[in-house]
């Protein structure tokens, strides 16, 4: 018989230790994380967790990412963590439609001392990257789950043989395995996990980080 080893389900207080036994959050990133509870709740469950924001620059700083790209910035949490993550020179675009929470990021970003790596373009981001023409090296999807599908359809081709792709809230929860569940953005995630498991152009995985993390490499 084969023994399957399982992740473990992790209550409050495990993922409480987990966080206390990781690197970071720093203090600019709790500063940040507390004024957007502060400011935009509810709304501030958009934010990446702690743990995925460390993992996201740990991951970066490994692959030697140059050129990365963030689809979904918000209050910029994880756009400063794939930042400080980047090789000398390396440069972030950023892409997202609100003016008002970008504010936030871009006022965080001077304060991280990485404003001078990021561009941050406000318009729809499909828009921005059918305009990308060099090879990405680390893309981060994390917007309006409907258009997960077209935004990996857009940066598969783009990302360099080698490259990374992660992408955000894949488990919805745990939303994804209820049949009955009609919500329009657990089904788009539904469909983009079932697209991106039989897409032969990358190798992937499904991470039980955060809300579900799925990261994959480009073959
Ligand atoms: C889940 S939040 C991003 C959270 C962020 N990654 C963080 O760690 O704080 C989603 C963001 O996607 C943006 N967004 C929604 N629809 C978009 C679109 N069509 N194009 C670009 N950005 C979009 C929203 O304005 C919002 O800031």
């Known amino acids: ?9 992790l ?6 230790y987990l966080i206390a036994h990781s690197s970071g959050p720093d203090a600019l990133l709790e500063e940040l994380a507390e004024e957007t509870a502060e400011r935009f709740a509810p709304s501030a469950s958009m934010q990446i967790g702690p743990e995925q924001g460390t993992f996201m620059t740990l991951l970066t700083r ?8 963030e689809v979904g910035t918000f209050t910029g ?25 970008t504010s936030v990021a871009r006022r ?4 991280a001392g990485v404003a001078d790596r990021i561009e941050l373009r406000i318009a729809p981001a499909l828009e921005t990257l059918r305009t990308l023409d060099e090879p990405v090296d680390l893309a981060f999807i994390d917007a309006d789950k409907v258009s997960y599908l077209d935004y990996w359809e857009e940066l ?6 080698g490259g990374v792709l992660l992408v955000d809230n894949t488990l919805r929860g745990g939303r994804v395995l209820d049949e009955a ?39």
């Not at 209550?11 to 409480?16: G, N, V, W």
């Open 1 to 9: 018989m084969i023994m399957t080893k399982r992740s473990i389900q």
């Open 11 to 16: 209550s409050a207080d495990l993922h409480d």
């Open 62 to 69: 490994i692959t030697g990412a140059r050129r990365a790209v």
């Open 77 to 101: 949490y994880s756009s400063i963590c794939i930042a400080r993550g980047l090789a000398s020179g390396g440069r972030l675009l950023c892409c997202d439609v609100s003016e008002e929470w």
């Open 108 to 111: 965080y970003w001077e304060k």
């Open 156 to 161: 598969v081709p783009r990302v360099r043989p």
């Open 181 to 219: 569940e009609q919500n329009e953005d657990v089904r788009a995630i539904r469909a983009f996990n079932e697209h991106a498991a039989r897409d032969d152009r990358v190798e992937l995985v499904l991470l039980p980080i955060g809300d579900g993390l799925t990261l994959a490499t480009k073959r």
